[in-house]
């Protein structure tokens, strides 16, 4: 039995093509901090107000941000702090 055939298209490799290169203008040192952020990013979001918060496009575009920060010399302290101001960055969205 062989694998049905999946056409691929420009638009399905499209995420592919922009990830690898991601991945080729980035050392994998600025890989592996923007991995560690995004979890302790994400295990930092531990309340419901939070969770609430963090939602919608502009919650997102914070996060987005933060992230890009981030790059291969990053400290952990540095990071927690840039964690905190987003955040506190969408939480006052969801006051605005």
């Known amino acids: 039995m062989t694998a049905p055939s999946v056409p691929l298209s420009h638009s ?8 690898l290169s991601r991945i080729l203008r980035n ?8 991995l ?5 990013f994400t295990q930092a979001l531990d309340t419901t ?7 919608g496009d502009a919650a997102t575009a ?3 941000g933060m992230r890009n920060q981030v790059n ?5 302290p540095a990071a927690e702090h840039s964690m905190d101001v987003t ?9 605005n």
Do not use: H, N, W
């Not at 399905?12 to 990830?19: C, E």
């Not at 560690?36 to 302790?40: F, G, I, K, N």
């Open 36 to 40: 560690a952020v995004a979890t302790e």
């Open 62 to 64: 914070l996060a987005r």
């Open 87 to 95: 955040l506190i960055g969408t939480a006052e969205l969801m006051t």
């Open 12 to 19: 399905s490799l499209a995420p592919i093509a922009s990830a």
């Open 27 to 34: 050392p994998f040192s600025t890989i592996a901090q923007k």
């Open 49 to 55: 107000a939070e969770l609430t918060a963090y939602s």
């Open 72 to 76: 291969g010399t990053t400290t952990m």
